[in-house]
């Protein structure tokens, strides 16, 4: 081998390597991901800096322009990040100087800050071995971003060294991901598929996503598949992706768990580094809001339980929506309320109805249903955006007769014994859920579980238990409550007036 073909030298905690053509030669005794947290507490970052150097933003549109261009960008903002992510797409368009360029450029890392490689490599087994010989050998990486479409095995040689990391394209920031990734695969949606396999794969604390901070709901449904991966979140920025509902979607219950990639937002700012600090701060104080409670190391823990930053996002984005109402309130039961969920109101957002859906995903994984079935009318929006996400077919009870046509009951197609999954919006004295199930029954379908957004605590979940059946919520009213409380979101004085009702009615 020549000295000019040897990787560039990062001498700290091992990033020196040789080159081989076998890359799980390519050892060091720290994984990827300990390096990468390791840097995350050094600093108290989780900015990730993007190194995209598109043509427009060159003074030189070269090969050497590019080089010149990240480099001034490390060195103006690597105190406040915790990895570099260049776009090896901008550099391999310049050719070999191009090629020779980003390798300049990975070198010029400061040791201890890992670099992402942002090439979306994907072939099989044979070329990915190449690939990831490029990537971790010549060029010098950490970690590089692969595509999963071909499966394990094209994915296996980039992760077979502990110290080098890959995230998966699971969900990504461009308006075509729709296309192919939410589509159906055996019941669920793909995504979802990759993220699943995701967990099994990484058995060697390497392996992390990709989902774009701009779909917080799918950040959401990522995340209560994937509690402990770490997800890399692109878009926010020009791509237009909401900070704040990107970290309470993404965030790990201790903070972390999510790296922000920002790249033209700080390359193209005045002072690139006042813009990293100003990123950096912003980040950090949404943690502090959302995680302040969960008990982040540097923030100390609590003893009061809250709800995972996904969860807490929704339940914020419940209240945004108007589906909470404070005050005094007539429920269906002619009882008096001092709260009232109006859920009907998600037909009018349709974001947040698909983050209502992706809620109930977790809570359906370990549920035995041939089909799901909607309460009419709140839980068949519900139902009907659920259905979609997790390609369960769906039916609904009719309230009312119908004197016309077929004069079915249940609509939908079905076969009498089939067990149906019944969904809601809340459940409150489970009145409305014994008269669907009636119907159900009568159709020849078999019920066994609810599942609602919902517990209120009202008596629901002990009258169905003495009927045999079980209530699946992904909140209760006391959780809400809590939260709320917690974050300022709602008045003490509206609080106190909902747990005083609770407590009268003995709940």
Known sequence: MRPEDAAPSRSAKNY?????????????????????????????????????????????????????????????????????????????????????????????????????????????????????QAVFGWLGADAVTVNPYLGHDAVEPFIADPARGVFLLCKTSNPGAEDLQSHSLGGEALYLRIARLATAWNTKDNLGLVVGATDPEALTAVRALAPDLWILAPGVGPQGADLEAALRSGLREDGAGLLVAVSRAIAQAESPAQEAARMKSQVNSIRDRVTSRIGRTSRGPSHIPVLSPGLASLAHGLLQAGCVQFGEFVLKSGEQSPIYFDLRRLTGDPALLRRVAAAYLPLLAGLSFDRLAAVPYAGLPIATALSLQSGDPLVYPRKELKEYGMGAMVEGGFKPGEVALLIDDLATTAASKFEAIKRLAAAGLTVQDVVVLIDRQAGARQALAHAGLRLHAVFTLAQLLDHWELTGAVGVDDIANVREFMARDGR
Request: proline letters at 8%; glycine letters at 6%.
């Open 16 to 132: 020196s390597i040789e080159v081989s053509t076998n890359p799980a030669a390519m050892s060091s005794p720290e994984s990827f991901l300990a390096r990468l947290i390791d840097r995350v507490e050094q600093v108290d970052s989780l900015l990730c800096v993007g190194l995209d150097p598109h043509p427009e933003l060159l003074a030189e549109p070269s090969a050497v322009g590019a080089r010149d261009f990240c480099l001034r960008l490390i060195e103006r903002t690597s105190q406040y990040a915790c990895a570099f992510k260049p776009n090896s797409a901008f550099f391999e368009a310049f050719g070999a100087p191009g090629w020779a360029a980003l390798r300049d450029v990975i070198a010029a890392v400061p040791d201890g800050i890992p670099v992402i490689l942002d090439a979306k490599r994907g072939d099989i087994a044979s070329t990915a071995r190449a690939y990831a």
